[in-house]
């Protein structure tokens, strides 16, 4: 049960935007619009960002976007500010009921 | 407030087995899948199961299937997993996790502090 795959890092400068990619199969990104995006700040607990691709939960910023492009997600922070360093993980559905996570992207601000 | 408090982990030889239970509050809980989520230390999410609000679906990922059971009770607003023939790669942070929806296992909207299993002897 390989997981999604996403870029060990990105980085970007306060202001600019930056994008992170997730990549699946026709199986689960491919197949289904549930996508999902995820904040983890150290020692700290998951935040949902995005589901169903493109939705964000109240109380997220609107700097976070996503989006979904055949077998591949992407995640899109605009205006990147400090408190935005962290990791970021995506998780799509799977066939057969299961779901998958990405190995996650270490975000860095320079 | 949404609120879920795990409790059950702890220190287990492999082989052997332990019981983690989530308090949910807050909530109307049976209109919630809810889902177990680990996290090695140092690594990456990995989901591990879940269970739809009515109890009657229960997909597992294929690194615990036959092994870990989960289950809930509507009642008492909680949610377990039975984690049978616990192995080293076992270790790992376990949240409990909310999903958006009555059927969701794959967006998770509120989280757990986690309950930590390490399986070692």
């Known amino acids: 049960q390989s997981a999604l795959t996403q870029p060990a890092s990105v980085s970007g400068s306060p202001g600019q935007s930056i994008t992170i990619s997730c990549t699946g199969t026709?199986?689960?990104?491919?197949?289904?619009?549930?996508v999902s995006w995820y904040q983890q700040h150290p020692h700290k607990v998951p935040k949902l960002l995005i589901f169903?691709?493109?939705n964000r939960p109240s109380g997220v910023s609107d700097r976070f976007s996503g989006s979904k492009s055949a077998n591949t997600a992407s995640l899109t922070i605009s205006g990147l500010q400090a408190e935005d360093e962290a990791d970021y993980y995506c998780s799509s559905y799977r066939s057969h009921g299961k779901a998958v996570f990405g190995g996650g992207t270490k975000l860095t601000v320079l | 407030e949404v609120q879920l408090l795990e409790s059950g982990g702890g220190l287990v030889q492999p082989g052997g087995s332990l019981r983690l239970s989530c308090a949910a509050s807050g909530f109307t809980f049976d209109s919630f899948a809810m889902n177990w989520v680990r996290q090695a230390p140092g690594k990456g999410l990995e989901w591990v199961s879940g269970?739809?609000?009515?109890?009657?679906?229960?997909p597992y990922a294929d690194s615990v299937k036959g092994r870990f059971t989960i289950s809930r009770d509507n009642s008492k607003y909680t949610v377990n997993l039975q984690m049978d023939s616990l192995r080293a790669e076992d270790t790992a942070i376990y949240y409990c996790?909310?999903?958006?929806?009555?059927?969701?296992?794959?967006?998770?909207?509120?989280w757990g502090q986690g309950t930590l299993v390490t399986v070692s002897s």
């Open positions: 996790a909310r999903a958006v929806r009555v059927d969701d296992i794959v967006a998770f909207d509120s």
């Open positions: 169903d691709v493109t």
């Open positions: 269970i739809n609000g009515r109890g009657d679906t229960t």
């Open positions: 026709s199986s689960d990104v491919g197949a289904h619009n549930y």
